[in-house]
């Protein structure tokens, strides 16, 4: 008894610790009725849009044969005109009804040949005519022409379609499908329907005799064939006089069609020989002709048959897999509990330098893991601050005092050289050293923006150290719009460009060297226009430049001052600005420089913003 009951307590123990996380048990049940619940409610609606899709795809094919049919109604009329139209068809159509003798028309060669050449201009215009009858009321001769053997015929009265045709009235009547010969021993007996009208004379105006023209309904058939495989059912064109025009299963001659009132009462269910069938039906109000599809309903249900199937077995397996889920979430939590357990005791033992160890995840586990490393460096950092920020203090004064030192040590080191030039009589080196350490002085003094006028001062004091070298062989010139003068620029941008011409560009043998600085503004950007008119560049290299701007690729050994403004400017601004460079051989060399238009304070703010990590901008 002691030992039962001893497991029966370490049994509910480990089942307390299993279901530490209870509410995620009770989720996943809820999950799993609903989801079963869904699950019954998606498979009805499976089910009825499995039908509708099927109907659907049956009622397009229907849709199809019924505007194909349709077309022959269309078309009918125009078939007629050339009777009519050609006054030679129409002599010849009426010597035929209007006259009393049949005799010539079978014997003699030429007339018969008028009776060919006016059905033929009827068959060629269609290629599913397969033949073309004729009636003549005034002696009831009965003749058919078959387009394919091209032959015209005479005929009895128990030839298909005449038994109806000679009561026929005035208007257009329809015929349903029925067997007429192929006219030639290699083609089979034919499946035809028709569509009839009368004809007149000038001396017969109202019923002088019968036209029907014959179709094959191998076209329908290929309409119907060619969507077989995504269809249902029977399809039928049905008269309203009971006649089948169309049967996609071959059922003619079997009488009037029995379900015709069935299809004029427009009911969509209708129950035949003690099966149940959907009914689909297509009809326009000024026709007298249905199409119909018939589609059992136990083929529909046999089709969409698997879908409960499919639908409760992938709801089973979700819950499979939620059980599975849910035993790996409750052992990988109770294990990541375990982690900060222990990580608490270590720290609590004065173990200030532990850390817990942190995986690429991004769960609350992982979030209190940071949070006590935080708060441990936290602890650390307030230990040490006092040392470590008094150890930060010291070098920032050392490195003050070295920056100041290096610079006077510079001025004093040039002054006594320009005073020894002066003593020697180099008026013209003493001058340059004199522009050398105002130029320095300028670069190491300011800060990194400087205004464009500062700028351009330094850029000019920097051109007249080269003047002085190349003496009356050197030409420059400044024209800067003044209201760019107050926006501010990186220092030192332009040097490098100028340091490109005189280091590469000058002509040193020429007494027509020309430099020229230009800025303007243009929709809120300041342009410079750097030109010259020294050496130029080459295609080949004026392009290999070009591309290095483009890529940012590896640079030149003469062109790096170039490319490193370059990216200076893509560094501040972005990637819409830069330098652009335009040059002719021994002609022409122009450096475009493009830069918005923005105060020092704005490009200082912008720096401060791009050099701080975003979690700082908070």
Not at 112 to 117: A, D, M, N, R, Y
Request: charged share 25%.
């Amino acid at each position: 008894m002691g030992t039962g009951s001893g497991r029966w307590r370490q049994s509910r123990r480990l089942f307390r610790m299993r279901l530490h996380n209870r509410l995620m048990l009770y989720n996943t049940l809820i999950f799993l009725l609903v989801a079963y619940s869904l699950a019954y409610v998606s498979t009805q609606y499976a089910l009825k849009l499995n039908r509708v899709t099927q109907l659907q795809q049956s009622r397009d094919v229907l849709h199809s044969l019924y505007n194909y049919y349709d077309i022959k109604q269309d078309e009918f009329l125009n078939l007629l005109f050339p009777l009519y139209e050609v006054q030679e068809n129409y002599a010849s159509m009426s010597r035929l009804l209007e006259s009393s003798s049949d005799f010539d028309y079978e014997n003699d060669p030429f007339n018969k040949q008028e009776i060919v050449g006016l059905a033929q201009s009827i068959a060629t215009r269609d290629p599913d005519i397969a033949a073309v009858l004729l009636r003549k009321n005034l002696t009831g001769a009965q003749y058919v022409y078959n387009s394919r053997s091209r032959t015209l015929s005479l005929v009895p009265d128990s030839y298909p379609f005449f038994n109806k045709l000679r009561f026929k009235g005035a208007g257009r009547t329809l015929f349903g499908t029925t067997t007429i010969d192929g006219g030639s021993s290699s083609i089979s007996d034919l499946q035809l329907y028709g569509i009839a009208g009368t004809l007149g004379t000038a001396d017969i105006r109202l019923n002088a005799g019968q036209i029907l023209i014959a179709y094959s309904t191998q076209a329908l058939q290929r309409i119907y064939q060619g969507s077989s495989d995504k269809t249902l059912g029977r399809f039928v064109i049905v008269t309203e006089d009971g006649e089948l025009v169309y049967d996609s299963e071959g059922r003619y001659g079997q009488g009037g069609f029995s379900e015709l009132e069935t299809l004029k009462s427009g009911a969509d269910k209708v129950t035949l020989a003690g099966k149940r069938y959907y009914v689909q039906t297509v009809k326009s109000g000024n026709r007298n002709y249905i199409a119909a599809n018939f589609v059992p309903r136990e083929l529909l249900d046999r089709n969409g048959s698997h879908l409960p199937y499919l639908i409760f077995g992938a709801v089973t397996a979700m819950a499979l897999v939620c059980a599975l889920l849910y035993s790996l979430a409750g052992s990988l939590a109770f294990r990541r509990v375990r982690e900060l357990i222990r990580a608490m005791k270590v720290v609590g033992s004065n173990n200030l330098s532990y850390r817990i160890p942190l995986r690429a995840r991004t769960d609350e586990f992982e979030e209190l893991a940071k949070r006590f490393n935080g708060m441990c460096d936290d602890l650390q950092e307030r230990i040490n601050r006092e040392y470590a920020s008094e150890i930060r203090k010291k070098n920032a004064e050392l490195k003050a005092l070295q920056a100041g030192l290096n610079p006077h040590f510079l001025y004093n080191t040039l002054e006594a050289i320009r005073i020894k030039a002066f003593d020697d009589g180099n008026a013209n080196i003493a001058e340059m050293i004199v522009l050398l350490a105002n130029l320095y002085r300028s670069i190491v003094r300011d800060n990194t923006f400087i205004p464009i006028r500062k700028e351009i001062g330094m850029c000019s004091m920097y051109v007249e150290i080269f003047a002085l070298r190349h003496a009356s062989r050197f030409d420059f010139e400044v024209d800067v719009d003044p209201r760019a003068m107050e926006y501010g620029i990186p220092k030192n941008l332009l040097q490098p460009v100028i340091e490109n011409y005189f280091v590469h560009g000058i002509r040193e043998q020429s007494d027509n060297n020309r430099f020229v600085i230009r800025g303007f503004m243009e929709e809120g950007d300041i342009y410079f226009h750097i030109e010259d008119n020294g050496k130029g560049l080459h295609p080949d290299r004026l392009q290999e430049v070009r591309s290095g701007l483009e890529s940012s690729g590896p640079v030149h050994k003469s062109s790096y001052g170039l490319y490193s403004a370059h990216e200076r400017i893509q560094l501040v601004y972005g990637s819409d600005y830069g330098i652009r460079m335009e040059s002719e051989a021994n002609r022409l060399t122009r450096v475009i420089v493009r830069i918005p238009a923005m105060t020092c304070g704005q490009l200082n703010q912008a720096l401060t913003h791009l050099s701080v990590p975003p979690e700082f901008h908070r």
